[in-house]
């Protein structure tokens, strides 16, 4: 079981860019399908984007397509979220999160077995 680890969180003007990054360890990283979720205070826990084993097939949330990019490199065990014209209401806690399930991609919040410890994304107006 790999364990996920964020960063690259902080403070960001309304317009600019950010990437998050989280870094997985263990051997079988390739093995799961990676997502990033973000939760706002009083809000629930809401999907942001994922991408399957390969890196090949990708799927982002409405609110944030056209904006956000998730991407993946296996080979260091590592999965990115580029965030580019970002808005207050993007103000969150990001969280990586990782799942073993039988799908090519998938979007759900309790589909998701394995989380990181979250990292603050704060953009201000």
Request: aromatic letters at 10%; hydrophobic letters at 40%.
């Amino acid at each position: 079981q790999v364990q996920l680890v964020e960063s690259g969180g902080g403070l960001v003007q309304a317009g600019g860019s950010l990437r998050v990054s989280c870094a997985a360890s263990g051997r079988t990283f390739s093995s799961y399908i990676m997502g990033w979720f973000r939760q706002a205070p009083g809000k629930e826990r809401e999907f942001v984007a994922a991408v399957d084993r390969s890196g090949a097939i990708k799927s982002h949330a409405e609110s944030v397509k056209d904006r956000f990019s998730i991407s993946r490199d296996n080979a260091n065990n590592t999965v990115y979220l580029q965030m580019s014209s970002l808005k207050p209401e993007d103000t969150a806690v990001y969280y990586c999160a990782a799942t073993s399930a039988a799908y090519h991609i998938i979007n759900r919040v309790t589909a998701f077995e394995i989380w990181g410890q979250g990292t603050q994304v704060t953009v201000s107006s």
